[in-house]
């Protein structure tokens, strides 16, 4: 999913952030012209979005032109579109490489919401390293890099949540018990053995309890759940 899991990080941020798209009020009041907008998913993704649907009737209403693309169509046009919108590209853990070659060569050929260096900043967990030094209150987390061995101390007695530090969705997310350690030592091992960062974390509890909730902030400012 584009959003990264609550329940696991204790902090709500996007792993490819979504442009807010606002209504055109000089468009709406002057007649102007309808702006192109490129809602940018992939192959895999497409019919998965529960939102895309209500937002692409809104939008429309609004009078943008919107075409649903793939990110690796060759074909698209993107000097086309007015703006490109990362709305669910959600392959890209599988294509890294490739999916960061492409915002690299799109961002020159039509705007992006939202912006590279913010793309490339989420699409990666070590973020969290970042956020915690910031004095931002997440859940903790132990990175385990490829070329290392996690160490019994590092994998949280109570049960923990190992997964990749690029992902999306439950893509490669596993949940170990009290006496899985060696599980959880093997899951980190598949992991280092495609090149991944392993994080691990403690289980929340409060997620089997009341699921999870994400919340959305502009600016500091809650807006909705």
Known sequence: DGIRDSSVTGVQTCALPISIVRRPESMASRGAPSRRLAWVTAAAA???DPDEPLVLAVLSRWGVEVDVVDWHDGAVQWERY??????SPWDYQTRTDEFLDWLEQVQ?????RNPVPAVRWSLDKHYLAELTDAGVPVVDTAFVEPGTVPSHDRLPGSGCVVK????AGASDVAVFG???LALASGHIARLHARGL?????PVLRSV???G??????????????
């Not at 990749?164 to 992902?167: A, E």
């Open 46 to 48: 497409r019919g998965t």
């Open 82 to 87: 007015d703006r490109a919108v990362l709305r």
């Open 108 to 112: 020159h050929r039509v705007e992006l």
């Open 164 to 167: 990749p530090s690029v992902g």
């Open 178 to 180: 009290p006496g899985d």
């Open 197 to 201: 960062t392993a994080l691990v974390q």
């Open 208 to 210: 089997a309890a009341v």
């Open 212 to 225: 999870e909730w994400p919340m959305v902030f502009f600016d500091g400012q809650f807006s909705h759940a």
